[in-house]
């Protein structure tokens, strides 16, 4: 919808059901042009022994929204939601998650890294819910934050909600600008400050990326790699994934 001369508002709602023993992959690339304000609702309901992959890019427009969420609903149900975010500029990303445990013996995992430059801002806030009678469940959040100048900002907020005392959970957030020594370290071995910073960026995503299925990692990885290089991200051929 237009919103003022030059200005545009994007609106999605995702549901996905992931029904008995099935297996699901979601993938949400958001790549929207500067300037587009982006609000993004998704819920996933997971049965019994079934498992779902949820893993989102949060790269283009002006100000980005995003509110995901899962329920384990079924016994041995099995979550991994992942998430990469990179702003520059004075880009905005707000990223609220929540899984919600309704059966036991099911398993949980979040886990976002965010890369933030120029006047860039992120607001993380994550949740995990145990409820009674949910025993033996596992559940893990975690958000990593890099700043890559001083007037880039991150707020992270993880929270807990375990209403029985027979499961493992555990959540970490850190934020945190780049290692100086690893900047000279590197120009000291005839590396170039932009490359320095590159190759620090894709240490810091690499191990969310190595969670990910192998044909869904490189096209991520390809997604950082555009951004480091402050091409336009409405430019780039997002290729298709083999299924």
């Not at 949400?28 to 992959?53: K, M, Y």
């Not at 016994?75 to 919600?100: C, E, I, N, P, Y």
């Not at 959970?169 to 000291?188: N, Q, R, W």
């Amino acid at each position: 919808d237009r919103a003022g001369a030059d200005r545009f508002k994007s609106s999605n709602v995702v549901e996905l059901y992931a029904d008995k023993s099935s297996r699901v992959r979601y993938l949400n690339p958001q790549n929207l042009s500067g300037s587009v304000t982006s609000f993004l609702t998704q819920r996933a309901r997971i049965e019994q022994e079934a498992q779902i992959w949820t893993i989102f890019a949060s790269l283009g427009s002006e100000i980005s929204k995003s509110n995901l969420g899962t329920i384990l609903n079924g016994k041995g149900a099995s979550s991994q939601m992942l998430g990469v975010a990179f702003a520059d500029d004075r880009q905005h990303f707000d990223h609220h998650t929540r899984h919600q445990h309704t059966a036991g013996e099911s398993y949980s995992n979040i886990d976002f890294k965010i890369v933030l430059k120029d006047q860039a801002r992120s607001a993380y806030t994550g949740l995990i819910r145990i409820e009674e009678e949910t025993t033996n469940c596992q559940a893990y959040q975690e958000n990593r934050n890099l700043l890559l100048n001083t007037g880039a900002s991150a707020e992270s907020i993880p929270e807990l909600e375990i209403l029985n005392d027979q499961v493992s959970c555990s959540h970490g957030a850190t934020v945190g600008p780049l290692d100086s020594e690893m900047i000279f370290y590197l120009k000291s071995r005839g590396i170039s400050t932009a490359d320095a910073v590159r190759m620090i960026v894709m240490g810091f995503v690499e191990p969310l990326l190595n969670l990910m299925p192998v044909d869904i990692r490189q096209f991520m990885e390809n997604l950082v790699r555009f951004k480091l290089e402050n091409r336009n991200i409405e430019d780039m051929n997002l290729e298709s994934i083999e299924k």
